[in-house]
């Protein structure tokens, strides 16, 4: 038991949520020792919800990867099993050689994961409890990352969580190639930042309140939700303002992924406002970037958009079309107002 607390006390030292999955993997393997266990969550927003497998060990059945884009996640339907423990929130026994136990993991009051056990019966009940009880504080804590990461109205990133999520971007090696035969250059970027915003929505909060307003940005960040990949990072900045930290083989590949968020937008029809639209800058994360960098390159094409008339996607092409340097001169002087 003492070798358990220690565990469970190491893993709530961390809040990088793919190392914390890990160390709990690790925790129950050592607890139970089966021949496989994996952890499943849902992902996406309903009804387009996915499996996403963040972490596997043990010797029998597959090796689990992160696929490269949501659309080639298997849909919650896809494992009806996996998704009656989850609505059911009760564990379930699935008997076979070797036996399948599956427990749910609870953050927030929702079910958001499946634990999945490859191995002989769990020896009685004190066992079974034991894995509910470390699950049922691992979802406390995730629940508390949330609270301490999360912007209350949206449930999106708030801006506290911004700048590490930009480093650790910068940290991370660069993907494969494109293309087989086309080799990038060191130091080609994969991640992109955008910055979004909603045209005239002071117009909104006007015209129809404040609390329309609010509706309008948590629907927004319903869409948002949909349109970008499980891996892809969302930030809500504050007021009408919202971040994209996304991954993409080029500037095509990023200002399509943007685009496609911008004409879902233009389509919804939000309830007594109507239409919106949305007006999106985005700029390549650098190697030498620091997040400030990073966002007033995206700023000023943010601004480029709004100037050239709204519900529009400018990047660094676009920059350079219009003549407008995405960098600000006298990069060395120090703004205080």
């Known amino acids: 038991m003492p070798s358990l607390v220690s565990r469970l006390a190491e893993l709530t030292r961390h ?12 925790t ?20 387009h919800a996915r499996w996403l497998t963040c972490v596997s060990r043990g010797d029998c059945g597959p090796r689990f990867r992160r696929p490269p884009d949501f659309e080639q996640l298997p849909l919650l ?6 998704l009656q423990c989850l609505t059911g929130r009760e564990p379930l026994e699935l008997p076979g050689t070797p036996m399948v136990t599956l427990f749910p993991l609870l953050a927030n009051g929702q079910a958001v994961a499946v634990l999945e056990l490859h191995g002989p ?15 049922q504080l691992y979802g406390n804590f995730l629940a508390l990352l949330d ?20 480093m650790q971007a910068l940290l991370q090696p660069p993907g494969p190639p494109a293309r087989r035969g086309d080799p ?18 002071k117009h909104v909060n006007d ?43 080029d500037e095509n590949g990023a200002s399509a992924a943007l685009q496609r968020l911008r004409a879902a937008v233009e389509r919804f029809e939000f309830p007594q406002v109507g239409r919106v639209t949305l007006s999106i800058g985005f700029t390549v994360l650098r190697d030498t970037d620091t997040p400030a960098d990073a966002v007033d390159r995206a700023d000023r094409a943010l601004y480029q958009a709004k100037s050239t008339g709204r519900n529009r996607v400018v990047g660094p092409t ?3 079309q219009s003549g407008m340097p995405e960098e600000r001169m006298h990069r060395g002087e120090v703004d205080l107002f």
């Not at 609270?147 to 930009?166: H, I, P, Q, S």
């Not at 307003?213 to 869409?223: H, Q, T």
């Open 15 to 26: 809040r990088d949520r793919e190392q914390t999955d890990a160390m709990l993997a690790d």
């Open 77 to 82: 339907s896809s494992r009806p099993d996996w």
């Open 318 to 320: 676009g920059m350079a």
């Open 121 to 135: 019966p769990l020896a009685g009940q004190i066992t079974g409890r034991t894995v509910e009880a470390v699950l």
């Open 207 to 249: 015209s129809f309140g404040h609390l329309i307003g609010d509706e309008v940005l948590l629907l927004l960040a319903g869409i948002m939700r949909s349109c970008f990949r499980s891996g892809d990072r969302l930030f809500r900045f504050g007021g009408e303002e919202f971040v994209v930290l996304l991954n993409a083989p």
């Open 184 to 201: 990038r250059s060191p130091g080609a970027a994969l991640h992109w930042l955008a910055i979004l915003d909603i045209d005239h929505f």
């Open 28 to 47: 129950l393997l050592q607890l139970l020792q089966p021949q496989m266990l994996a952890l499943h969550r849902c992902v996406g927003e309903p009804p």
């Open 147 to 166: 609270y301490g990461e999360r912007d209350a109205l949206t449930g999106l990133l708030n801006r506290k969580t911004f700048d590490d999520a930009v």
